[in-house]
């Protein structure tokens, strides 16, 4: 009885901390939303919304849904998913098939590949299906809407999303604010390739960031960013070159590293924990080839 009585308490207080979604303008046209899972993107726009990611559960989908299209100025009229991980696409499926979902042709490739079985069924009519290589732009109502592929980092498909009137750019996991980022070597995701692929983001016309994860920030939140996986590559190098092995490069990571000063870990349910270890690890693991093969399963997110 008692036990009964703590498992339906458990019960509300997960589903009201899923269902919990916090929003703040960004620009007069852009909303952010937080909750469990990547930052989604609202634009609004004379024609209705835009929506960029669906955060983890199908029922904070349908929720960001009818957020998105309070603040959004009407139904939905694109989503864009800006990677395969199933914080950023698992509320996919609240849209109607139909709906234009936008991803890069390699990211709905990890989605079958890697993500199979959710993507089973009714749920395969929500799988993106405006498939582009390098860039797509939209022109919805009386707004631009730019997606580009710049290049590998935390995987090998993430697209930003250029705002383009608005000025605000939506980085996707390319970027952490201030958290330590999953770093996805199985889906070709590359520490070292990272670095240059937030150089070509920088060259675009933004003032505004979202962050995959964190706090909306600026042109210098990206920079802090890069300096942190600067920092992060040229420690896994020198271990690579020295023939340490991962136990030591994590010794010398706690010794010496400085430019993550102030980050925050992330722990989601015992599955993944992304901290100085877990970076220092996976960035060993690209310097001295010791990634693990392609056809092991990734790391479900973020
Ligand atoms: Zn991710």
């Known amino acids: 009885m008692v036990l009964a009585t703590l498992a339906g308490m458990l019960a509300v207080y997960l589903y009201n901390r899923v269902a919990l979604l916090a929003h703040e303008a960004v620009t007069d046209s852009v909303h952010v939303i937080y909750g469990i899972g990547g930052n989604v993107a609202v634009l609004r726009t004379d024609s209705g919304a835009v929506i960029v990611d669906t955060m983890t559960f199908p029922i904070q989908g349908r929720r960001i849904r009818e957020l998105a299209e309070s603040l959004g100025g009407g139904p939905t009229q694109a989503v864009i998913n800006t990677h395969y991980h199933v914080d950023h696409t698992h509320g996919n499926p609240a849209w109607p098939a139909g ?7 390699r990211t709905r490739a990890y989605l079958e590949r890697f993500d199979r079985d959710f993507w ?13 290589s390098d860039r797509r732009d939209l022109r919805i109502g009386d707004k631009t809407i730019r997606s580009l592929y710049l ?20 980085t996707g996991d ?10 996805d070597l ?38 802090g960013f890069q300096a942190f996986l600067r920092e992060l590559w040229q420690l896994a190098q020198q271990a690579a070159a020295e023939g340490l092995p991962v136990e030591r ?13 102030g980050f ?9 924990r992304l901290d100085r270890d877990f ?24």
């Open 264 to 272: 925050e870990v992330v722990a989601i349910l015992g599955i993944l």
């Open 249 to 261: 490069a994590q010794d010398v990571a706690r010794a010496s590293m400085t430019s993550d000063r």
């Open 151 to 170: 290049g590998r980092g935390h995987t090998g498909g993430d697209l930003v999303v250029l705002f383009v009137e608005d000025r605000v750019l939506h």
């Open 186 to 223: 199985e889906a070709d995701g590359s520490v070292e390739e990272w670095i240059g692929t937030l150089d070509r983001a920088k060259t675009l016309d933004f003032d505004r960031v979202i962050p995959g994860h964190g706090a909306v920030t600026d042109r210098a939140g990206i920079e």
């Open 279 to 302: 970076v220092v690890r996976r960035a060993w693991e690209e310097a001295t080839g010791a990634v693990r093969p392609r056809s092991a399963p990734p790391r479900p997110g973020p």
């Open 120 to 132: 089973q069924g009714p749920a395969a009519g929500a799988l993106p299906n405006v498939l582009f």
């Open 174 to 183: 390319l970027f952490f604010n201030r958290l330590y980022p999953n770093i």
């Open 99 to 105: 709906t234009h979902i936008v991803a890069t042709e």
